[in-house]
């Protein structure tokens, strides 16, 4: 099997008839991250939404060579957005529970998952209780729980606190050391030492 | 499989927890049934006559009233991004999630019949009729409800586009719904042939509804 590689190139989006970027290009290796950067509105988040398949490209290609061929980019991937995709009525375990088996992981694994990101003690609390950054954690748990090798994090740090965002990011380096990938959009460093750049310029 | 266990679980759970709206719907079925006969008078025979009408139009409105959180609620929170990005096919997330709404929702309704033909003065065979024809009915409601639904999913308040949307879709059901109805309790046509329509009107929509609604929401990718 080749080594994994996340290779894109020319990549170009518009929304809302104006265009956000064009002429984007980066290529991914296993083990390596990728920092995007760049002011509000400079189409951080719609590139992210555009490698998690959500958003359709107007040019360009983007490629996971060394994957499953029978998958698109998209469905080896998680994309962790601004939303927190939890539903308030459900327990943390049951929401953590219905995501890992939605995606295909293990049940198993639930429990694993919710003690590493420091949940374990309110497993049985409805979401609707938790704070910003406990949502924030639940949502990271779902990275950890189901296995894949590329991680799409937008903003992946907001809303927590000092601890968790050191919990983050050797959660990042142990999934790095796995030979995964990472592409995140962040506004300050999250404590990725060794991570490729790429500046959006916020054509507007 | 384990995913549409997982899908139709979750659904089911919400639905019933606090905030969910399965039991709306049958509250606003017996309101509706319940104060016909305030309006049309005590004419017993009137009210048996008009009875499974009366029952499929409350029936017909109360499905209507989930339908506009069945898919923007996963949309508001973020969980659509992650149904749309995942490997299950998306046509048949969409059929599972038509039938954990079915299930809390229409399922009830077919539930409370019996109770609500006892209002109208319909009598055991015609009540039977009624629940047995909004049983094979309800389903295309939902389906059909469910494109329906994807279509409006980004609007803050799709309810009443919603209902404008699809309620013109949903006559058929209504007429073959009620033709059946009334042919097992006056006849004279037998009860069958409006309720094998009634019966691919609804196989129909469980095949078109899921396609449509898949569709609709990868066509509003944004």
Same mark, same amino acid.
């Given at each position: 099997?080749?080594?994994m590689?996340?290779?894109?190139s020319?990549?170009?989006?518009?929304?809302?008839?104006?265009q956000?970027?064009?002429?984007?290009?980066? !290529?991914?290796?296993?083990?390596?991250?990728?920092?995007?950067?760049?002011?509000?509105?400079?189409?951080?988040s719609?590139?992210?939404?555009?490698?998690?398949?959500?958003?359709?490209?107007l040019?360009? *290609?983007l490629?996971?060579?060394?994957?499953e061929?029978?998958? *698109?980019?998209a469905?080896?991937?998680?994309?962790?957005?601004?939303?927190?995709a939890l539903?308030p009525?459900? *327990?943390?375990? #049951?929401?953590? @529970?219905?995501?890992?088996?939605?995606l295909?992981?293990?049940?198993a694994?639930?429990?694993t998952a919710?003690? #590493?990101?420091?949940? !374990?003690?309110?497993?049985?609390?409805p979401?609707?209780?938790?704070? !910003?950054?406990?949502?924030?954690?639940?949502?990271i748990?779902?990275?950890?729980?189901?296995?894949?090798?590329?991680?799409?994090? @937008?903003?992946?740090?907001?809303?927590? @606190?000092?601890a968790?965002?050191?919990?983050?990011?050797?959660?990042?380096?142990?999934?790095?050391?796995?030979?995964?990938?990472?592409?995140?959009a962040v506004?300050?460093?999250?404590?990725?030492?060794?991570?490729a #750049?790429?500046?959006?310029?916020?054509s507007? | 499989?384990?995913? &549409?266990?997982?899908?139709?679980?979750?659904d089911?759970?919400l639905?019933?927890?606090v905030?969910?709206?399965?039991?709306?719907?049958?509250l606003?079925?017996l309101?509706?049934?319940?104060?016909?006969? &305030?309006?049309?008078?005590?004419?017993?025979?009137?009210?048996?006559r008009i009875?499974?009408?009366i029952?499929?139009?409350?029936?017909?409105?109360?499905s209507?009233?989930?339908l506009d959180?069945?898919?923007?609620?996963?949309?508001?929170? +973020?969980?659509?991004?992650?149904?749309?990005?995942?490997?299950?096919p998306?046509?048949?997330?969409?059929?599972?999630?038509?039938?954990a709404?079915?299930?809390?929702t229409?399922l009830?309704?077919?539930?409370a019949?019996?109770l609500?033909g006892?209002?109208?003065?319909?009598?055991?065979?015609?009540?039977?009729?009624?629940?047995?024809?909004?049983?094979?009915?309800?389903?295309?409601l939902?389906?059909?409800?469910?494109? +329906?639904?994807?279509?409006?999913?980004?609007?803050?308040?799709?309810?009443?586009?919603?209902?404008?949307?699809?309620?013109?879709?949903?006559?058929p059901?209504?007429i073959f719904g009620?033709?059946?109805?009334?042919?097992?309790?006056?006849?004279?046509?037998p &009860?069958?042939?409006? &309720?094998?329509?009634?019966c691919?009107?609804?196989?129909?929509?469980a095949?078109?509804?899921?396609?449509?609604?898949?569709?609709?929401?990868?066509?509003?990718?944004?």
């Open positions: 099997m080749d080594l590689r996340l290779v894109a020319d990549l170009a989006c518009i929304r809302g008839g104006r956000v970027f064009s002429g984007i290009g980066f !290529a991914l290796g296993e083990g390596e991250a990728l920092v995007i950067t760049g002011p509000n509105g400079a189409g951080k719609s590139l992210l939404r555009l490698l998690a398949g959500l958003l359709r490209p040019a360009g *290609t490629a996971l060579e060394g994957g061929p029978e998958l *698109t980019v469905e080896q991937a998680h994309y962790l957005g601004h939303q927190d539903k009525a459900l *327990t943390v375990t #049951e929401n953590l @529970d219905f995501w890992v088996r939605f295909g992981g293990q049940a694994d639930v429990t919710l003690a #590493e990101v420091g949940l !374990a003690s309110i497993a049985a609390l979401a609707a209780y938790l704070s !910003a950054g406990q949502r924030r954690r639940l949502s748990a779902r990275l950890i729980a189901v296995k894949r090798p590329l991680w799409l994090l @937008d903003e992946p740090a907001s809303a927590l @606190d000092i968790a965002q050191a919990m983050l990011a050797a959660l990042m380096r142990a999934h790095l050391s796995g030979g995964g990938l990472i592409v995140a506004h300050g460093p999250i404590g990725l030492d060794q991570s #750049e790429l500046s959006l310029g916020g507007r | 499989m384990t995913a &549409f266990a997982a899908l139709l679980l979750r089911m759970r639905a019933v927890r905030g969910g709206g399965a039991l709306v719907g049958v606003f079925f309101l509706v049934v319940t104060i016909v006969p &305030f309006a049309i008078g005590p004419d017993l025979a009137l009210l048996a009875g499974p009408a029952l499929w139009l409350g029936a017909l409105l109360a209507l009233l989930g959180r069945l898919i923007a609620a996963d949309h508001e929170d +973020g969980s659509l991004d992650l149904i749309l990005a995942a490997r299950t998306l046509e048949l997330t969409m059929a599972t999630k038509a039938v709404h079915w299930l809390t229409g009830p309704l077919v539930a019949t019996p609500l006892l209002l109208l003065n319909l009598d055991p065979t015609a009540t039977g009729a009624v629940a047995l024809t909004l049983a094979a009915g309800t389903p295309a939902t389906f059909i409800g469910l494109v +329906g639904a994807a279509l409006t999913v980004a609007l803050r308040r799709g309810g009443l586009l919603l209902a404008v949307l699809i309620l013109p879709l949903t006559i059901v209504l009620v033709a059946a109805s009334n042919a097992a309790i006056v006849g004279p046509i &009860f069958g042939t409006p &309720f094998t329509i009634l691919a009107l609804t196989l129909m929509s095949v078109i509804g899921p396609i449509a609604a898949a569709a609709a929401l990868r066509q509003g990718l944004d």
